[in-house]
């Protein structure tokens, strides 16, 4: 009986303090005092973070080619693409800092090639500047598919794979893209063509009788494709113009390496990659066309593998 007394001693108590805490959170002063703290943090997230639509360059042009900007439908499909790329801000911000790593590479041998540095842009709508693979095979920073990249001259096993070679990727996309130029005429079309495979735009243009990219009704990808292409372009070029914020300090930098040749059989990477005192991975991060732990090199071809200097990675144990 007497701890039943205690127990309701105590419930009683609870309830008082209880009462109290309600009666003071509730006066007017209370109240006011909740409202102003909200309307302060709301203040605060719409102070530091505004969403606006996206003024789009009057001239805004793919390889120096127009576009139509006073078609509304086309100026929809644009203004698409600019808010979902400058939107999209973590996607965009990893962009920037691999393109500061990687267009150093690929724009020397664009000019080199006669290809229109615009193109660049399209490696980057293409992979994100990885060596991805697609659900159709298509491989590296260009998305090359295997027969296409054996025509042009690559290597392509599974011991090696040259599409994951950034420098001799770049040089098919080129000769690829020099020729279908040559067919189609503008570099729009040709950028279509890359996306969708010439003979896919080939049998849109038969069937809708237009030669012209921004005539032609495409599939939801290749109709997308060159303008996230141009949006790319300008939000990569221009990056403070949409509101992007980068010192230098925060862009990917390319590491400095020397070159090995290579015309053997090499039993194991991880042995060679430790007479230069790096690991298996480093080479390999610097050497992605290398697909298997050994070289097989029957033939005795002659191989350049980057190896990178010394003192930019951790010494292999």
């Given at each position: ?18 009462s ?55 100026m ?65 920073f ?41 067919r189609f005429?503008?570099w ?37 494709y ?32 020397f ?31 290398l ?10 071809k ?16």
């Amino acid at each position: 009986m007497k701890h039943l007394k205690n127990i309701l001693a105590v419930i009683g108590a609870l309830f008082v303090v209880g009462s109290l805490i309600y009666a003071v959170q509730s006066t007017p002063a209370a109240k006011e005092a909740e409202e102003q703290t909200r309307q302060e943090v709301d203040k605060n997230v719409s102070d530091g973070y505004r969403i606006s639509a996206i003024d789009i360059p009057e001239d805004l042009n793919f390889a120096g080619e127009q576009v139509p900007l006073d078609d509304p439908e086309i100026m929809e499909r644009v203004d698409r693409e600019f808010l979902v790329n400058t939107y999209w801000q973590s996607n965009a911000l990893l962009l920037m800092k691999r393109a500061n790593k990687y267009f150093p590479i690929i724009e020397p041998i664009l000019a080199k090639n006669g290809i229109p540095d615009d193109f660049k842009y399209l490696a980057v709508a293409e992979s994100g500047l990885q060596n991805v693979v697609s659900p159709a095979g298509a491989t590296g920073f260009w998305q090359i598919l295997k027969t296409t990249g054996r025509e042009y001259g690559l290597e392509v096993n599974s011991n090696v794979d040259e599409r994951y070679h950034v420098e001799k990727a770049t040089q098919v996309a080129c000769e690829y893209l020099k020729k279908w130029k040559d067919r189609f005429g503008t570099w729009t079309l040709t950028a279509a063509a890359y996306n969708a495979g010439p003979a896919g735009i080939k049998k849109y243009m038969n069937i809708q009788k237009a030669d012209d990219y921004y005539d032609l009704l495409l599939g939801e990808e290749t109709g997308r494709y060159v303008f996230r292409i141009m949006a790319i372009k300008e939000i990569l070029s221009q990056p403070e113009k949409y509101g992007f914020e980068l010192e230098k300090k925060d862009l990917y930098e390319a590491v400095p390496t020397f070159s090995v040749e290579v015309d053997t059989v090499v039993s194991s990477w991880a042995d060679f990659a430790s007479l230069y005192e790096i690991s298996y991975k480093v080479l390999k991060r610097h050497n992605p066309w290398l697909r298997e732990p050994h070289l097989n090199n029957g033939s005795g071809k002659m191989y350049v593998i980057e190896i990178p200097n010394k003192g930019y990675y951790r010494e292999s144990k």
